[in-house]
């Protein structure tokens, strides 16, 4: 599913005229969302792989949707956040996504069946991560 969910996020990237961002570096600018985040925090938050997660962030930098800023406690660490063009972009994704759940939720019935998949999937990302070495539940960020 989440690669289904890439594929469509890249066809819409495409039509938005965003072809200088790849789906996971989207993902990566809504982990960052109205934050400003050490590049670790983000690491935390997105279960993200440091080598590749640094790799995205530094081609977002170069493209305008990120700025990266030195921390003033420790000057090794950097602080990210959104450009206005990386909330910009991050806007429109989210509007085209909502066209996009349209096509599935029609009425009341279809968003209780959707709410309840998105349960049972917390619930069995809950089930599958706890007891993994370093990971609990109050890790996962279930809301």
Avoid at 6 to 19: F, I, V
Avoid at 75 to 85: H, N, V, W
Avoid at 103 to 125: G, H, M
């Amino acid at each position: 599913m989440h690669r289904r969910y890439l594929d469509r996020l890249r066809l819409d990237l495409n039509r938005l005229g965003a072809d200088d961002v790849s789906p996971s570096q989207v993902m990566l600018l809504f982990t960052i969302g109205d934050n400003d985040l050490s590049v670790r925090d983000l690491l935390d938050r997105g279960h993200y792989l440091g080598s590749n997660a640094s790799y995205s962030l530094k081609q977002l930098v170069q493209a305008g949707y990120v700025d990266r800023t030195p921390s003033q406690r420790d000057k090794r660490s950097a602080r990210i956040k959104l450009t206005d063009k990386g909330k910009s972009l991050c806007e429109d994704v989210r509007a085209a996504d909502e066209a996009n759940q349209r096509l599935i939720v029609r009425n009341e019935r279809d968003l209780l069946a959707l709410q309840e998949t998105v349960n049972t999937l917390r619930r069995l990302e809950v089930a599958w991560a706890t007891g993994l070495p370093g990971i609990g539940p109050s890790d996962l960020d279930i809301r």
